[in-house]
């Protein structure tokens, strides 16, 4: 395997990807933007051998890791596969350490587990509830040892809850300064969570978010349950009696001597360590040789190679089985686990259970089938999508079976009317930047729009779920009044349902037929204005500068940094937080005297040029040329402002003469109306006008006729 730039996300057009794109510094769940791939082309002889043997397995993987795609997707890979208890294969590709040339050794070579270290802590969890220390049951107060938060439900936060992504907690991530923290300044497990601790916006149980912070607090109350710390305990219960020499929390001695080098692009990623040094939630190392003995374990029901019982067999049946869907082919998690990101709506997808990770420099996937008392662990060493590839050509050629599209019983059709419930916008509860439009179309369908996949016809198929011409499905939540509450589309993202937004209220000086009332009203319903129609929106105030990148960042969901700020005249800003955070990611910058002037009203040229910065170089200049513009634009903002124009970021204010030129109107100062417009286009629009500008590249291209 080779190195090489391999992965850009499907589309970085929006201002919020870009800006977010920079916060990969935390534990994420699976990439959706693979998993519409194609599994790679296995060539050799064997693939006609379907018998799952060690011949067969090796002979696949060979294969596999010969096409030259799967050769460009990581610097280097270990692999590992058992099978009735056995190790059937076990192969290290390409580079631990390209500069060197060291070639992957799959029983030495230490990688970072990211998020499967979710599994290990699940595990801990789940013995101590067997041994009567914890009730998935109770409320996760009774273990907080005096850490609070808010809950407006009835219902509290169990414990089950934390396990299955269902706390109903908003998100909290880590953060970017959580990463390379200065000697000395590590938090405790307790100060961290003391201090981060998020409140909860959503009932508990009812709706499936990946959660990152809910693990982190596992690993918290298995500390409290047990009485000993963290890494302590899972030393001496789960890797100690697997064997498991090899694992570990902390980089350091032997551990970082065998841990291979890590790459994001071009470019080596540092050894880090983070300021919550143990985390449970992904912090975890060790070697596909380790995992091996976890999963020959597991699907042993619970017992390891020396005949000790790590988990009961009951334990691990129920750390197999589903929790919650919106439909049955379409499952969330387990205790543990969560459903393939792969093949979703496959008829036995809920016979297999997975769980994948991603930190900077590390990709990784453990996949079991316990029916078939199998299990697969890939871990490599640079993000991509080189785990999808595996899982799906895996499936393909030895347990098709899981991968087959499931018959779907006949049912009644909605009528027209009925449909009309679906409709409206849903937020991601992760990735709250992410909006999904469902609106009603032709011919009794459904329209479907978000930033990754574009705009797409939707048939139903079923109760609440529907499918479009690439046989994905989308799935909607209905509540027993009859209202739609939430949607899962799992080839956005497959690790949490979005939200539908609420029935705008209005506001008392936006009548219907004003000219920006739609964008106004779809980011009352998303939550960005209060929803009370008694509040007057004023539309055509100006717009400071720090209000506008105040609700940049809101619509983007970046956290807001905790640092000081550095622009003089922000010190003590309401907004000041916002534009610290808008400073640190290159978006603005102060003038020679050190100030941001935040109080000013920004003109429309400047509003242009922050998204521009966003971008990161995304559209090079000479790709903006084409684009003419008239009216009076100064020439530091002439590309921002054509960016903006061939994204299409602005509301009816901008005029297009017959030539196709555009008058923004630079210079004038931006009104609220008209920044309810860039923000709403930001969460909604889809992928076209990122292919103007592509198309109007390539016609320059290409000759006249």
């Known amino acids: 395997m080779k190195k090489t730039n391999i992965w850009r996300a499907a589309s970085v057009k929006w201002t919020k990807a870009v800006m977010a794109s920079a916060l990969a510094l935390t534990l994420l769940p ?20 379907t018998a799952l043997t060690a011949s067969s397995v090796t002979a696949f993987l060979e294969g596999f890791f010969a096409e030259e795609a799967i050769q460009e997707l990581a610097p280097g890979a270990a692999v590992v596969v058992v099978k009735d208890g056995q190790v059937l294969a076990q192969k290290g590709y390409g580079y631990a350490d390209v500069e060197s040339k060291r070639p992957v050794d799959p029983k030495k070579d230490v990688f970072r587990m990211a998020s499967v270290s979710k599994t290990f802590t699940a595990a801990a ?17 009774t273990y907080l040892g005096g850490v609070t938060f808010e809950n407006p439900f009835a219902e509290p936060v169990t414990v089950a809850d934390l396990l299955t992504h269902r706390s109903g907690f908003k998100i909290q991530d880590a953060r970017q300064e959580d990463l390379d923290p200065k000697p000395n300044t590590d938090l405790s497990m307790k100060e961290y969570v003391t201090k981060y601790m998020p409140d909860v916006v959503r009932e508990p149980g009812t709706a499936y978010m990946y959660d990152n912070f809910a693990f982190l607090l596992l690993g918290y109350i298995v500390q409290q349950a047990s009485g000993v710390p963290y890494e302590q305990y899972m030393e001496q219960n789960i890797f100690a009696p697997l064997d498991m020499k090899s694992s570990g929390f902390q980089l350091k001695g032997d551990l970082l001597k065998r841990s291979v080098t890590g790459y994001a692009a071009e470019e ?7 300021s919550q040094s143990f985390m449970p939630q992904g912090g975890m190392l060790s070697t596909t040789e380790d995992i091996a003995k976890f999963m020959t374990a597991f699907l042993n029901e619970g017992k390891t190679a020396s005949g000790m019982q790590l988990l009961k067999a009951d334990t691990v049946a129920a750390m197999s089985e589903y929790r919650s869907a919106i439909h049955p082919l379409l499952p969330d ?3 543990g686990f969560e459903a393939p990101s792969q093949l979703p709506g496959a008829g036995s997808s809920s016979k297999v259970i997975t769980k994948a990770g991603d930190v900077p420099g590390a990709s990784s996937l453990m996949f079991l089938i316990p029916e078939q008392d199998t299990g697969v662990f890939v871990v490599y060493n640079q993000n991509g999508a080189l785990r999808e590839q595996l899982y799906a050509a895996f499936i393909a050629r030895f347990f098709p079976q899981y991968g087959a599209e499931a018959k779907l019983p006949a049912f009644t059709a909605e009528a027209p009317e009925q449909l009309e419930r679906y409709a409206g916008l849903y937020k991601d509860l992760r990735v709250e930047s992410v909006v999904s439009k469902v609106g009603p179309g032709s011919r009794g369908r459904m329209v479907i729009s978000d930033p990754l996949t574009g705009e797409r016809a939707l048939r139903q198929v079923g109760p609440g779920l529907f499918m479009d011409a690439n046989k994905m499905l989308v799935a909607f939540k209905t509540e027993a009044d009859g209202s739609v509450s939430y949607l899962k589309e799992p080839y956005l993202n497959p690790m949490g349902y979005e939200q539908k937004g609420q029935v705008p209220a209005g506001f008392n000086d936006i009548k219907s037929t004003h000219p920006y009332a739609s964008y106004i009203l779809d980011l009352q319903s998303l939550g960005y204005y209060p929803n009370d129609p008694n509040l007057s929106f004023g539309p055509d105030e100006a717009v400071t500068r720090a209000e ?12 807001l940094s905790e640092k000081a700020p550095q622009l003089k005249d922000v010190k003590g800003h309401p907004y000041a937080a916002a534009v610290q955070t808008a400073y640190e990611y290159g978006l603005i910058s102060g003038n020679a005297k050190g100030l941001f002037e935040p109080d000013r009203p920004i003109t429309r040229q400047e509003a242009a040029l922050i998204i521009y910065n966003s971008m990161g170089g995304l559209y090079p200049d000479e790709l903006l040329e084409p684009i003419e513009l008239k009216g009076k634009t100064d020439k530091w903002a002439e590309s921002a402002v054509k960016l903006l124009v061939a994204l299409g970021y602005h509301g009816p204010e901008v005029k297009i003469d017959a030539s196709g030129a555009a008058d923004f109107q630079s210079r004038k100062v931006l009104t609220r109306a008209e920044n309810a417009a860039i923000n709403d286009l930001l969460l909604t629009s889809t992928v076209t006008g990122a292919a103007k500008i592509d198309d109007q590249a390539q016609a320059e291209k290409e000759p006249a006729a």
């Open 30 to 49: 699976p990439a959706l933007s693979y998993a519409a791939q194609e599994p790679a082309a296995v060539s050799s002889p064997a693939a006609r051998d």
């Open 125 to 141: 969890v789940m013995q101590l509830v067997e041994q009567g220390k914890l009730s998935l049951d109770a409320d996760i107060r």
């Open 268 to 274: 080596t990623v540092k050894p880090y360590a983070v």
């Open 333 to 335: 998690a387990t205790y």
């Open 548 to 559: 506008y990148v105040d609700m940049l960042m809101r619509t983007s969901a970046i956290p």
